[in-house]
């Protein structure tokens, strides 16, 4: 039998039952749509988060305090559990600029203050970064500049101000040259940053910087530092690099297992192959998920396959008696069950582009970093998948078609 | 004149296990091409089986049954599919058309499964509905025919394949007698264009439109003989002796 004889019988039957071959399309559609949206969402929650990642330099080697012998959870531990590992000294950052190919680094600390300009007052996080932080995060200089190497050398009280700051205390006005207070004390106003928006939930224009040296000796008293960042010159060489730091510091801090390290060093690849898998184990997980609607669809089709073949002994029967071998029977109902969830794969490819495209204009009209993409392997699997759905699910029904006996079904009594 | 059947002490039984019934007790006969055969014999009789089984829709339980000097009993399902497309038409008392299919796919429909092309199979159906007297209905739904039309389209189906033999099996059993008479003229002058027929009934007068009547009783032959008076009818529905 000729495959296009067996494709026009087929999709002519499935056309003379309109409703009930449009309503298994749409129940098969939904879960074929889900898939691609799942899979276009899953790109642009990527894009958003690898996104926020833009700000830092991809040169940027990380070094944080970690508690030692946590493993992996080192540095959020000692977060969370208040324990302070005072042992990175500014003197390590020195050190670490030395390095063949670190051209620069700065050591930051962070804090919260609450500061004052006439009558407003605002608690913000108080940034206390190197003066070579505008150069290895490549910072956005709005107005103004940022401290220079010399102010923080002289613990200046000097202050580059987030863009939120700069207009809710100054408005339209100039603010360089301006002083506000941080916990009574004066700070010159030296620059403004750009617009930044949030990284990570955390909204990067409500803050401050202030020279480490400045935040360290003013107000915590303190020598140490919570990280370095530093910029590699030369990224064939990362790893070495990396491992240049590890080394150092280890020396520097008396270390000879690296289980005890009470540090960590990071690259800003490692974030993003990290962030990556986070998000690639999210998608998968809501596509598992959306599988489920998948299988029921199946199901479906198996149903109506069920009613379709019974309704249908008389015509099968026929055939069969009239010379139709039961492979031509069982290609019959197997190509009508694949019209079916390929027709349904195709709607469901639409619909999910379309709603994809719909959740990107949301998402990009609320401020997020979105990107619209509809990978071609989320539109071969859904196309794939639904007819290999019409294929399994299809062949039971088919089978029963195809093994009725002829005089059985022709007989009218 | 060559053999076309060959049937030697054929039964049939049905049945399980536990219930076994016997259908035909072991039957004997030869049909030549070109011959136009009557199966007669009241309900019961095993006709039914008799033909389902010559028509290679059902299979032997003992005996021999030679279609043109092959053994039939030997055949998988897919050859007898294959003898069934290329060796004979059916023609039911049912009609057993498509009744969603247009009259030119109904008998378009067999060769289907042959590999015609296209073009061909529409040629062959629409030659063959002409000659039935139906070229002007071709693009009819069968429920849009009277019932004398639709077996016309019968007719024409079972011929689509230019088969060795037709079955007929009550042919006239839904047709008014007008109908009925115009079924018989066709398939009169099919056999003297040389088709083989076998026809299936329990009535006696359209028995005698053949030329040789087999007569079951309780699945045995009570006789097997020419047809003394034959009946023939006319295409307008009238009999002519």
Known sequence: MLFKDLFTISSSALLRQKMRTILTIIALSIGIASVVIIISAG???????????????PNTLNIE????????????????TGVTITSLKNDDMEEIVKLPNISLAYNYVTSQQVIKYREQNKTVTVFGYGADAARVDNLKILEGRFYTAEEEKSVAQVVFIGYKIKDDFFGEDTAIGKSIFIKGKSFRVVGVQEEMGASFGFDMDSIIYIPTKTLQKRFLGTDYAMGINAHVIDMSQLENTKEDVEMLLRDRHDITDPDKDDFKVTTMEEIRSTLETVVGGITLLLIALVCISLLVGGVGITNIMYVTVTERTFEIGLRKSLGAKSK??????????????ASGGVVGVIFGVLISYLIYLGATGFGLKWAFAVPIYAIVLAIGFSTSVGLFFGIYPAKKAASLDPIVAIRKD | MSKLIEVKDLKKEYGNDEVITKILHGLTFDIDKG????????????????????????????GQFLFEGRDVSKLEDDELADMRSSKIGFVFQAFNLLNRSTTLENVML???????????????????????GLGHRLDYTPNKLSGGEKQRVAIAR????????????????????KSGLQVMKILQDLNEKGHSIILVTHEKYTAEHAKRIIMLKDGLIEYDQPVEHRQIADENGTLIK
């Open chain 2, 35 to 62: 011959e136009f055969v009557s199966i007669m014999g009241p309900s019961g009789s095993g006709k039914s089986t008799l033909m389902h089984i010559l028509g290679f829709l059902d299979t032997l339980s003992e």
């Open chain 1, 328 to 341: 031509d029977v069982l290609w019959q109902f197997l190509v009508e069950a694949m019209i079916l969830t």
């Open chain 1, 65 to 80: 305090v970690r508690v030692p012998g946590k493993g992996e959870t080192g540095s959020a531990t000692s977060m969370a």
């Open chain 2, 158 to 177: 079972a011929l689509v394949n230019d088969p060795d033999i037709i079955f007929a099996d009550e042919p006239t059993g839904n047709l008014d007698s």
């Open chain 2, 110 to 132: 067999p060769l289907l499964y042959t590999d015609t092309p296209k073009k061909e199979r529409v040629k062959r159906a629409t030659d063959l509905l002409n000659q039935v």
């Open chain 1, 43 to 57: 790109k642009g929650l990527e894009s958003m988060v690898l996104g926020e990642l833009d700000v830092y330099s």
